[in-house]
């Protein structure tokens, strides 16, 4: 394959905003009753749809996906509970985290003890309503703040929950950026949450707007989005994609990506791909970034990384879900994500695309001592002062380790400088006659 030099991704333009960009599409997408199946869904992937040329997949209910079924679709109108003397205490329309999640449909007059058991809430936080779902158990049930149960009086209480599950499909949204070689970097995130913003209206924003940008660039990888429920919408992608999965050669999944907390990436099963090695060079840099071993817990890489698939995908967050107070609660809102952080996270993962879009293996045509740089007007450099960025130490790490064994990102992971600083360096030292490409094909490895 011949190597082409891509346009360079290091930074989104900075003109248009894209942290406010991001944020405002996420704006948007939060007040959206999402499910695994049902409207929600698609009412989201409409959105998405007005920033990328989205196609959108139905798979009907009944469907067998490896070792699971496509449910039936869930849709709900209103739920609400109403006290005895009259007021509303819990009104879906104010929040779409009171209802659990594809709760089935309920009409009935309950005393408090009778309904208590349909209640959930969060004692330690009074205050907040939790996030409950119950896809695969057909149930019934009311999420609220506890200190609101706490005030409710006995007495008897109208609860209707006017929700339907019928059949109909599974719904996930998916987009391709070709690039010049069908080699593929899977972008994925899940669309299956209600209102929760950071879990995962930050990561459906940022991923729709990186595609926006990819849109208009030249790259050597080609990029697939995919916006799906999380669990049973993965496994669906990939029961209808299992002939093209040795395309993938690096995945992340992204979720929480709009938070103040530091970067952070899990690695993927394997440990050791090049997604994992690209993202540990990007983050060293990142003040209080964090790496995680992989572990079967987690998001869609739990289906990606299962044994019999072991894709290269990890998955790239901020705070790391489970662990922060707002996690599945109403606090996780609008308020929770911010702009910059978001922006932030959208440039970590251009660094990281920039770096696998540029690794090459370079080799050294002249390994037989160094060669001689003051010839070709090398020297300068060499004498210490940097011309475009290219320091001495780039030159000479370049040169030594250009023996075809040593991709770019390789180099950086041993000499600790920054990819981009080597990769400059190999394309002057190239562009002298002085390095080769190795002779087999030179995706990152
Ligand atoms: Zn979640």
Redo the contacts with the bound molecule.
């Keep these: 394959m011949e190597h082409v030099v891509p346009e360079r991704l290091g930074q989104p333009p900075s003109s248009t905003g894209p942290g406010q960009e991001i944020y405002a599409l996420a704006e948007r997408l939060f007040p959206i009753c999402r499910s695994i199946t049902g409207d929600g869904v698609r009412g989201t992937l409409d959105i998405l749809s007005e920033q990328i040329d989205l196609a959108r997949h139905e798979v009907p209910t009944g469907t067998r996906l490896f070792d699971w079924t496509v449910p039936q679709e869930w849709n709900i109108r209103s739920a609400s509970i109403i006290g005895p003397d009259g007021r509303k205490i819990v009104d879906f329309a104010q929040s779409n985290l009171h209802v659990v999640n594809y709760s089935i449909g309920f009409k009935g007059v309950l005393t408090l003890d009778e309904l208590r058991p349909h209640i959930h809430t969060l004692p330690e936080q009074p205050q907040l309503i939790p996030?409950r779902t119950s896809y695969y158990a057909p149930t019934w049930g009311f999420c609220m703040a506890h200190d609101r149960l706490a005030d409710m009086p006995d007495g008897l209480y109208q609860v209707e929950i006017d929700a339907e599950h019928r059949d109909g499909s599974l719904t996930y949204g998916e987009y391709l950026h070709r690039g010049e070689t069908e080699r593929e970097f899977l972008l994925s995130a899940?669309i299956c949450?209600p209102s929760?913003a950071n879990?995962?209206c930050s990561g459906l924003a940022l991923l729709a707007t990186l595609a926006r940008i990819l849109k208009t660039r030249k790259t050597r990888y080609s990029y697939r989005f995919l916006f799906a429920p999380?669990t049973i919408g993965a496994l669906a992608w990939l029961s209808r994609n299992e002939d093209r999965l040795h395309l993938i050669d690096h995945g992340l999944v992204l979720?929480c990506v709009g938070d103040a907390g530091p970067p952070a990436y899990k690695r993927s099963r394997r440990g050791d791909a090049a997604i994992d090695r690209a993202m540990a060079h990007v983050l060293r840099r990142e003040a209080g970034a964090r790496l995680i071993d992989f572990s079967p817990y987690g998001?869609d890489e739990r289906q990606y990384c299962s044994p019999g698939f072991n894709l290269p995908v990890g998955m790239f967050q901020r705070s790391v879900?489970g662990t922060f107070p707002q996690?599945?609660t109403s606090a996780d809102n609008l308020d929770f994500i911010r702009p910059e952080h978001l922006e932030d996270s959208l440039r970590i993962l251009m660094h990281v695309i920039d770096i696998v879009e540029n690794d090459w293996t370079p080799l050294n045509l002249f390994p037989k001592g160094e060669p001689q740089l003051g010839r070709r007007g090398l020297y300068a450099a060499l004498g210490g002062q940097k011309s475009s960025g290219i320091s001495s130490m780039s030159l000479l790490w370049v040169l030594n380790l250009a023996d075809g064994q040593h991709s770019l990102l390789a180099m950086a992971e041993r000499s600790g400088l920054p990819f981009g600083e080597l990769a400059a360096a190999a394309r002057l030292l190239s562009d002298h006659g002085l390095l080769a490409e190795a002779a087999f094909e030179h995706r990152s490895r």
């Design positions: 996030y899940h949450h929760l879990d995962n999380g979720s998001y879900h996690y599945h």
